[in-house]
């Protein structure tokens, strides 16, 4: 979908995800969960994100990454589907093109090097550069690290949530207005 996007100039170079990182993902997606979940956060499990929505996210071309010799350190993926319980939400900016993120994930060797931030001012510029008004995320609500980030970096936190069945606790809103 955004074969067509520059990308900004950094220090942390993110590209589209292709076929041939597939194992590479699985395997940075696997830490990640393994990560989240010794420290007794259940945000996501062996399936999700597993190989079959991974692959989903290559074929339809919104996933992008850093990778570091050869191996994926940190992903995103960007498109514009909203989750149904985003109805629900009261967001601030209602109007305008919405692009939003999911499975955002940094490698946990790799965590406090600005892979995220650079990620995440990557989904701006694709934003910007596609005419996209805002972006909208959730975060589960228990890795307080997640939340606060995305505080730093700008998304305003909604006053709802959603829950998604596979998690034990919501997961919190934001949004952030792309100028």
Same mark, same amino acid.
């Given at each position: 979908?955004?074969?067509?996007?520059?990308?900004?100039?950094?220090?942390?170079?993110?590209? &589209?995800? %292709?076929?041939?990182?597939?194992?590479?993902? /699985?395997?940075?997606?696997? *830490?990640?969960? +393994? $990560?989240?979940?010794?420290?007794?956060?259940?945000?996501?499990?062996?399936?999700?994100?597993?190989?079959?929505?991974?692959?989903?996210?290559?074929?339809?071309?919104? &996933?992008? %990454?850093?990778?570091?010799?050869?191996?994926? /350190?940190?992903?995103?993926? *960007?498109?514009? +589907? $909203?989750?149904?319980?985003?109805?629900?939400?009261?967001?601030?900016?209602?109007?305008?093109?919405?692009?939003?993120?999911?499975?955002?994930?940094?490698?946990?060797?790799?965590?406090?090097?600005?892979?995220?931030?650079?990620?995440?001012?990557?989904?701006?510029?694709?934003?910007? $550069?596609?005419?996209?008004?805002?972006?909208?995320?959730?975060?589960?609500?228990?890795?307080?690290?997640?939340?606060?980030?995305?505080?730093?970096?700008?998304?305003?936190?909604?006053?709802?949530?959603?829950?998604?069945?596979?998690?034990?606790?919501?997961?919190?809103?934001?949004?952030?207005?792309?100028?």
């Amino acid at each position: 979908m955004w074969q067509t996007v520059s990308l900004p100039n950094s220090e942390i170079p993110v590209r &589209l995800g %292709l076929a041939t990182d597939i194992d590479s993902l /699985i395997e940075l997606y696997g *830490l990640v969960t +393994n $990560q989240l979940q010794l420290m007794g956060l259940r945000q996501w499990h062996k399936d999700y994100p597993g190989q079959e929505i991974i692959l989903a996210d290559l074929h339809s071309g919104n &996933l992008f %990454l850093v990778e570091q010799e050869k191996r994926a /350190i940190g992903v995103v993926v *960007l498109d514009d +589907n $909203q989750h149904p319980q985003y109805a629900d939400i009261d967001w601030k900016f209602k109007s305008g093109r919405v692009l939003v993120i999911h499975r955002l994930a940094v490698h946990p060797d790799f965590s406090g090097k600005g892979i995220a931030q650079a990620l995440c001012r990557f989904c701006e510029s694709v934003a910007k $550069q596609e005419g996209y008004e805002h972006i909208r995320l959730d975060a589960y609500r228990g890795n307080i690290r997640s939340n606060i980030f995305y505080q730093k970096m700008g998304y305003l936190k909604t006053n709802r949530s959603c829950q998604f069945s596979y998690q034990d606790l919501p997961c919190d809103c934001y949004e952030k207005l792309i100028q």
